[in-house]
């Protein structure tokens, strides 16, 4: 067994969930539900077991490094990631209309590696031969992830919102009626962000450490540093205008939705778009 067939095994498992979860959206019937998380925490396990035996045939192949260091790995590890962070969500509040909103990042995530990408182990390139690789890019993703599930449930906010506007604030029937409340949601996506920001603080931090080890310097208005810079700073004026303005609802809902869209692109945008130091990471 390969961890390519695991992959698969793993994205199959998240499209499973993602139809399940819609299917829960239409029908509201609970078992079908819980079948969208089961599905999401079976592929999350098959993930894990995967990404684990990826890393023992780098070593067979006598590469011996995480499997961390290219594109296709980092989507994988992203994917991850997500799911992860929805798990722990899912087993802590257990609103599994999140589920839907969330969990296809991770397939599409999953479909484009396992179709798009380049799925071959290859030696390190001098860049990435050191202990920072895991610090950074664990702590990164992380928050990353932590991102995408604020932008899942801000989407969630504002279709919830609209909806108690147009009607008045009536008592949500329907699909409404398994969206969290609004002063939920609107929490929920604040506490992702908590989450989020000081792994990506962490991050930017491991990753200039990283690059002085490197490259010799600490920063060098790289692409992706200016882009991981303007991510930072969209956050931080979240937990500003939250903390020190008040700012709730929708908002903030449209922040975090701008703010993970600056994420995609710092991640994905900047390695296949633009040329830096860090061109290596769209191989």
Not at 112 to 128: D, H, R, T
Request: proline share 2%.
């Amino acid at each position: 067994m390969s961890s390519s067939f695991l992959f698969n095994v793993a994205t199959l498992s998240y499209l499973v969930s993602m139809v399940v979860f819609f299917a829960f959206l239409g029908s509201r019937n609970k078992t079908i539900g819980l079948a969208g998380s089961i599905a999401a925490s079976f592929g999350l396990i098959v993930q894990t077991a995967a990404i684990g035996l990826r890393w023992k045939e780098s070593y067979d192949l006598g590469h011996g490094h995480a499997p961390l260091s290219n594109l296709y790995e980092s989507v994988v590890f992203f994917a991850w990631t997500i799911i992860f962070i929805y798990v722990l969500i899912d087993f802590r509040y257990k609103y599994r209309a999140v589920g839907a909103f969330v969990v296809p990042f991770a397939f599409l995530g999953m479909a484009w590696a396992q179709l798009g990408l380049n799925s071959g182990i290859e030696p390190l390139v001098p860049a990435l031969q050191s202990n920072w690789l895991l610090y950074h890019v664990i702590t990164c993703f992380l928050g990353y992830a932590a991102f995408a599930v604020a932008c899942g449930v801000s989407i969630m906010y504002l279709i919830k919102s609209k909806y108690e506007v147009g009607n008045g604030n009536a008592k949500s029937g329907g699909i409404m009626s398994l969206f969290p409340s609004t002063k939920f949601l609107d929490d929920l996506n604040y506490k992702a962000i908590m989450l989020g920001f000081p792994l990506l603080t962490l991050g930017i931090i491991t990753g200039a450490a990283w690059a002085d080890y490197a490259w010799g310097s600490y920063w060098s208005w790289d692409p992706k540093e200016t882009w991981s810079l303007i991510v930072w700073f969209i956050y931080a004026a979240f937990l500003h205008a939250r903390i020190t303005r008040g700012w709730v609802g929708r908002r903030a809902a449209i922040l975090s939705i701008i703010g993970f869209a600056a994420t995609i692109f710092c991640y994905l945008g900047v390695n296949l778009l633009l040329s830096g130091l860090h061109s290596y990471g769209g191989g």
